[in-house]
C-alpha cells in the first residue's frame, strides 16, 4: 500500500499549488464588483484496488476532492454499481468498496464524481468521471478449452512425429509477468508422446505398430508458469495409429482344393483361396502367382479387391476326357507393401491348389464351323453339296443324328439327311434369293434309341453363284413426248436398264433401235444410259399421236442376252418456246396384285347375288299384284292414248285391250266408266277403224285440255309410266306429297318443247301467258 499512498500525494500536489493561486485570484477580485466565480478544478486521480483482498470489508479505494470551499458541500458518485458496491463518504470524499472484487469477472469500473449544496443541491463543479481498476492476482489455474482431444499418426513414423497440439487458457491478467503463463506436460502415457510448452504433441517411440495397439489415451496437465503456485487442470487425449502397407498376405490354408464340371465357361469362376492380411482393407493389395505347375496357360487367378481372395477361372476350355485333374503351387505377395518398414524374417506364403474336373454328358461337337457351299443356280444336276459333321466328346461316343431347324428364305430348298449330308430337292434362283440358310441340330442317339435332350446346332450357308438368265429390261421413263414442230437432233428421253442377273464385268448394256425406219435416233452415253433424239424432226399429229419405237438392250453377259422393249413417244402441240400445251393421254397399264383381283371377284359376286335376291323379289310381287287388281287401277290403262315417244318399254305398261275391244265391237265411248269425269260422245257414231279411233283420241284430248274441272292431264296413265327409267324418275302428280315445293323443277326447261308445260307449271318463273 506504500506505493499507492506516494502516488495519491504525487497526484495531490500540483492541486494544492492550483488551489493556492486560485485564493490569490480570489483575494485580488475579491473588490470586484461582478464577484464573478472561477472554474474549480477536480483534484483526485485515477483509483486502483487488489482483486481477492481478504482483509474485512469495506475496502478503502481513494479519495475524491475538490477546491471548493464550502461548508455546505457534499460529495455523491454516480455510475456502473454506484452506492451498491462502491459508496462515497459525503464530507471527505473517500470511496469505499463493499465487496471483494475479482477481475476476471470486471477488470474496471467507471464512474462520475459531483459535488453540489447541501441546501439546495445545486452543483459546485461540472462533473467529471473517473476510474476504479482492478488489479490482478494469480488466483486462476489454467483450464483446458476442452475435456478431450483426438489426434492421429501413421504407425511406426520416427520420434518426434507431430502428432495433435492441445490447448489450456488462463484467466489471470497477461500482462502481469508470470500469472497467464502455461506449461503443459504428460502425466499418463509419457513412455510414448511427449508435449512441449505450446501444446504439442510428438511421437517418443518409434515402433508405434497399429496391427500390435492401434489406439492410445493419454493425460496431459497443463498449470502455471514456473515459480508461481496455483492449481493445474487436465485434459485426455485420444491418439489412434493410422495404418500402412507393412504385412505381407497369408494364405489361410495350406492347400486348396475344387471341383468344376467340364462344361465351364471360359471366364467362369472354378474357386477361390482365401488369404490374411493384417493391414487395413485399403491398403490390401494381394497378388496371385503361380510358382509350380505347368497350367499357367489353362486358369488365370485375379485378386478381388474388396475381399482380396483369389480367383480361378478357366482361359479355355476343359475336357474331362483329356485332363481330370490340374495341380499346381501359388504364392501370394503384395507389390505395394512399405519396404521401409518391411520385417525381416517374414516367410513365403505358398499354397498347394488341386482342381479336379467332372464327367458331364456334353453335346455333339462340329468338327468345323461354319459350313459353306457353292452351287450354280438352276443347275438341276447338282443334288448333294456336301455334308457336316459332329462327334461325341464323351468317351461313350453316340451315334449322332441331324435334324435341321431354321431355313432362310423359309421353304424346302435346302435339306440335310439323318447322316448329315446337305441336299438340294430343286435347282436354286439367285434372282429369288442369292444366299440359303439352315440350320443343323446335331443330337445324339441314346442306347435306348431316343434322341438326347443336348443337342448343338451348325450354320450352313449355300452361296448361289449366278447364271446370266435373265435379259435387261428398260426403266420406263415417265411419258415420253416430243413436240410436233421439234427440231432435228433434239434429245427427248435418256433411257436405262436393269439386269436382275449380276452385272457384268465386261462392259455395259448395249442398245440400239430395232429399226431404222423412224424419226428417231438412239446414241449411246456409255454410261449403260442411252438418250433417244430426234431423226428428221416435224411430226404429223393428224396421221400419228403416238410413235411405238423397239429398243434392243443386250446385257454383255455369257452367252449375251438382248430383250426388245417398245418405248410409246406422244406427239405433242407446243408454243413458240417449245412448252408443251397439250397431249394426248395413252392408256397406261395398271397391275393388279393378286390379293385386289381377289377382291374384286368377291365384290363382283356379292353385287350379282344382291341382284339376283331383288329380281326374286319383284316377280313375287308381281305375281301377288296381279291377282287383285281393283277396278280402278284397271281403268288406269286409259282409253285416251297421247304418247309421244314413250319408247317400247312404254308399250309394256299400257293394257290396250280397252282400245281394242271398243275398236271390234263398236261400243261407244260413254260405255267406259271413268272414275275421272264424264266426257261427252263426239256427234255421231265413230266409225270403226283406226280413223274412228283416232278421232276418239282427237275428242278425248280436246275435252280435258278445255275441262278447268277435270284433273291434270298428267293423272293419266301416260304420264304415270313415262320417265320410269329416267334418273329424274315419273314426273306423274300422283305419286308427289306435300313437299313438292321442296323440289326444284327448272332442270325442265332444259329437256326441249315436250315438257314445256310441265316447266311451266312447275318451274320457279311460270309463264304469264299459261291460261288453264
Known sequence: MGHLILLFLLFLAPVFADGGSQKSTQNLCSNDVSHKRQKRDWIWNQMHIKEEIDTPLPHHVGKITSSVRNNNAKYIIKGEYANTIFKVEETSGDVY????????????????????????????????????KVYDINDNAPVFVQKVFNGSVPEMSPVGTSVTKVTAVDADDPTVSGHATVTYEV???????????????YTKEPNLDRETKSTYEIVVRAKDAPGFSGDSSTATVIITLSDINDNFPVFKHSSFHFKVPENISVGGEVGRVKVEDIDEPQH??????????????TFDIVANPYTNEGIFRPKKPLDFETVSEYRFSIEATDPTINLRHFKPGNPRSISTVTIEVTDVDEPPVFTRLPYEFKVRENHAEVKTLGSVHAEDPDAAKRKIRYIQRRASPSGDYVRVSNNGVIQLPKPLDREFSSSYNITVAAVEILEDGRLSDRESHAHVHVIVDDVNDNAPE???????????????????????????????PRGFFRYSLATEDSNFSLIENYDNTANITVKYGQFNRELAKFHYLPVLISDNGDPDLTSTNT??????????????????????????????????????????????????RKRHKKDLSGLGRSVAEIH?????????????MDTTSYDVSV?????????????????????????????????????????????????????????????????????????????????????DYDFLNDWGPRFKMLAELYGSEPSEDFVY
Do not use: W
Request: glycine fraction near 8%; hydrophobic fraction near 35%.
Open 97 to 132: 468498496a463493499f465487496e471483494r472484487l475479482d477481475r476476471e469477472k470486471k477488470a474496471e469500473y467507471e464512474l462520475t464524481a459531483l459535488i453540489i449544496d447541501r441546501t439546495n443541491n445545486r452543483s459546485l463543479e461540472q462533473p467529471s468521471k473517473f476510474i476504479i
Open 187 to 201: 502425466t499418463t502415457g509419457s513412455e510414448y508422446f511427449t508435449i512441449d510448452d505450446s501444446g504439442v504433441i
Open 284 to 297: 490390401r493389395n494381394t497378388r496371385y502367382s503361380f510358382i509350380q505347375g505347368e497350367f499357367r496357360d
Open 474 to 504: 428398260l426403266v420406263s421413263p415417265e411419258e415420253p413426248r416430243v413436240c410436233e414442230n421439234a427440231a432435228p437432233g433434239k434429245v427427248i428421253v435418256r433411257i436405262s436398264a436393269v439386269d436382275k442377273d449380276e452385272t457384268s
Open 567 to 616: 418405248l410409246v413417244i406422244s406427239v405433242c402441240k407446243c408454243n413458240e418456246e417449245g412448252n408443251f400445251t397439250f397431249c394426248e393421254e395413252r392408256a397406261k397399264q395398271v397391275g393388279v396384285s393378286i390379293q385386289a383381283l381377289v377382291a374384286i371377284f368377291i365384290c363382283i359376286f356379292t353385287i350379282i347375288v344382291i341382284v339376283l335376291l331383288i329380281l326374286l
Open 636 to 648: 288406269e290403262q286409259l282409253v285416251t292414248y297421247d304418247e309421244e315417244g314413250g319408247g317400247e
Open 659 to 743: 282400245l281394242n275391244s271398243v275398236r271390234k265391237n263398236g261400243l261407244k265411248a260413254e260405255a267406259a266408266p271413268s272414275p275421272y269425269a264424264q266426257v261427252q260422245k263426239p256427234a255421231g257414231n265413230i266409225p270403226p277403224g283406226a280413223g274412228g279411233m283416232e278421232m276418239m283420241i282427237e275428242v278425248k284430248k280436246d275435252e280435258a285440255d278445255n275441262d278447268r274441272d277435270l284433273l291434270p292431264y298428267d293423272t293419266l296413265h301416260i304420264y304415270g309410266y313415262e320417265g320410269a327409267e329416267s334418273i329424274a324418275e315419273s314426273l306423274s302428280s300422283l305419286g308427289s306429297g306435300s313437299s313438292d315445293s321442296d323440289i
